[in-house]
Structures are given as C-alpha cells and as structure tokens.
Nanobody, 124 residues
C-alpha cells in the first residue's frame, strides 16, 4: 500500500510558476511509475506528465509540453511537477499517482494509488 500526499498548489497569476510535490509513504517509490493528472471543474481527469521508475524517461501531454517538468527523488520518496508559464486553462485539481508498471503510461487505469489532489488556480 502506498499513501500519496500532494502539496504546493495555490493561486498564481498568468505566466507565473508553481512547484507541486507528491510525498509517498508506505512503500518505496522507486518501484512505481509516477504520473501527474489534473481535473478541471466539469471535466474528466486528464493526463499531464509521467516519469519512469528510475527517472530517466518522461512524457508529457501536448498541452503542458515545454512548460511543465516532472522529476523524482527516490531517496526522498518524492515526485515533483515544476509548472512554468501557467495559463488560466491550467486551473484544476492536480493529482499524483503511482503505478506498478515497467514503462511510462498515460492511462488512468494503469495507476494503482492516488493522492487527494491539490488545487491550482491561475488568474487571468
């Protein structure tokens, strides 16, 4: 069992930056592919970014590519999402997720554990 807790959300102006953290307990994160998803009001939860177990591979949704960076520190059991050049359409609840997979995946159903989410609001 893995418990995930996100932090770092908040209110930021268009063009600003935020860094989200996802701290894990219960199991070492090095065994899991990690992902960040987001859910805007009235919309389905969508994939944003994912990172391989060792951190040597990453993958991004087109909507965040070039602006967001996912990273991980397995020694600290923590995953990060650095978000730059934020836009109002990035407003959402952001969730981190852990999946017992060998390879990066963008599918929600491939992730086994989820955090409670952290709110990110980008004002125009």
């Amino acid at each position: 069992q893995v418990q995930l807790v996100e932090s770092g959300g908040g209110l930021v102006q268009t063009g600003g930056s935020l860094t989200l953290s996802c701290a894990a307990s219960g199991r070492t994160l090095s065994s899991y592919v990690m992902g960040w998803f987001r859910q805007a009001p009235g919309k389905e939860r969508e994939f944003a970014a994912a990172i391989s177990r060792s951190g040597d591979m990453t993958y991004y949704a087109d909507s965040v590519k070039g602006r967001f960076t996912i990273s991980r520190d397995n020694a600290k059991n923590t995953v990060y999402l650095q978000m730059n050049s934020l836009k109002p359409e990035d407003t959402a609840v952001y969730f981190c997720a852990a999946g017992r997979r060998l390879f990066i995946t963008t599918r929600r159903e491939d992730y086994d554990y989820w955090g409670q989410g952290t709110q990110v609001t980008v004002s125009s």
